[in-house]
């Protein structure tokens, strides 16, 4: 099998959805100004490949699906950094970014001067994946950073990330971005109930699906057209939530804290009064950030 084939083959099974994420990621960077989440290594954890034909033509993602799309994933990447900028500030010095897929904050390290160790979580065959891509970039996790291999589906959360060297006795901030659609209800119970149990202060902050019901006309035919092109390619959505319901379950759990943020709120936090128009047209997802 040559390199090229290696690699064909390790994207699929690592997952379409985090390679149309970090492409999302990339494009922001090429097209949108100004930039709200300026990520040096977006484009690079591409592979060089894919980084060129990127920069080439960027326009091939723009379209407004793929806009208010990309508009989604910079929001909620940002909304998770800056519960994790606040939470560090707060004494959290522990940070597990759960199905990284090809997200770059280990290897941005923004919190490392503060003692911030950060414990990356996904499935091992995304995990060979994106170590490949990184090597074929010439880059590396930081020193703080490491990778966990565990299937949230399968395997043990609480173990994988002991045996990796996570305090359970201190407070930690989960980042969980682009993967509760894909999970059932007792899976992501299971992950929400674990940081639970974690000491004061720990917090998570994730993107989840809205009850189909709730949504407008605009927001149901995007979601509708985004689970499809996800079920086509092998990644079905399985859940989704009441945001009230959701809040309540939270709290029953023993969060103190929990906002869901819409598109509305998004919009108007990270993407007001743009000469360019870049806005998120929600697509059914909400990001939640609730803390212990």
């Given at each position: 099998?040559?390199?090229?084939?290696?690699?064909?083959?390790?994207?699929?099974?690592?997952?379409?959805?985090?390679?149309?994420?970090?492409?999302?990621?990339?494009?922001?960077?090429?097209?949108?100004?100004?930039?709200?989440?300026?990520?040096?290594?977006?484009?690079?954890?591409?592979?060089?490949?894919?980084?060129?034909?990127?920069?080439?033509?960027?326009?091939?993602?723009?379209?407004?699906?793929?806009?208010?799309?990309?508009?989604?994933?910079?929001?909620?990447?940002?909304?998770?950094?800056?519960?994790?900028?606040?939470?560090?500030?707060?004494?959290?010095?522990?940070c597990v970014i759960l199905g990284a897929g090809l997200d770059t904050l280990a290897l941005r390290a923004p919190h490392a001067a503060m003692g911030l160790r950060m414990f990356e979580v996904d499935h091992p065959r995304a995990q060979q994946f994106k170590r490949e891509l990184m090597a074929q970039a010439g880059i590396a996790l930081h020193g703080s950073a490491v990778m966990v291999p565990v299937d949230l589906r399968q395997g043990s959360l609480a173990h994988a990330l002991e045996r990796a060297g996570l305090r359970r006795d201190q407070p930690a901030f989960f980042s969980w971005l682009g993967v509760t659609p894909y999970l059932d209800d007792e899976a992501i119970w299971a992950v929400l109930d674990f940081i639970a149990r974690l000491p004061p202060g720990s917090a998570v902050t994730f993107d989840y699906r809205v009850a189909p019901q709730r949504l407008n006309a605009i927001e149901r035919v995007m979601e509708e057209h985004v689970a499809a092109m996800f079920a086509a390619m092998g990644e079905p959505w399985l859940?989704?939530?009441?945001?009230?319901?959701?809040?309540?379950?939270?709290?029953?759990?023993?969060?103190?804290?929990?906002?869901?943020?819409?598109?509305?709120?998004?919009?108007?936090r990270y993407f007001a009064r743009r000469k360019d128009g870049l806005q998120t047209a929600g697509g059914g997802l909400e990001v939640m950030c609730a803390r212990v």
């Open positions: 099998m040559t390199n090229h084939q290696k690699t064909a083959a390790g994207r699929q099974e690592a997952g379409g959805s985090a390679l149309r994420v970090a492409m999302a990621r990339a494009v922001h960077q090429l097209l949108d100004e100004p930039l709200v989440f300026a990520d040096p290594y977006a484009l690079p954890i591409l592979g060089p490949e894919l980084e060129h034909r990127l920069r080439e033509d960027p326009f091939t993602l723009n379209d407004p699906m793929a806009r208010s799309m990309r508009a989604a994933i910079v929001a909620r990447t940002l909304c998770a950094e800056d519960e994790l900028r606040m939470a560090t500030e707060a004494g959290v010095r522990q859940s989704a939530f009441e945001p009230e319901a959701l809040r309540a379950r939270l709290h029953e759990m023993g969060y103190a804290h929990a906002v869901s943020l819409g598109s509305a709120d998004l919009n108007g």
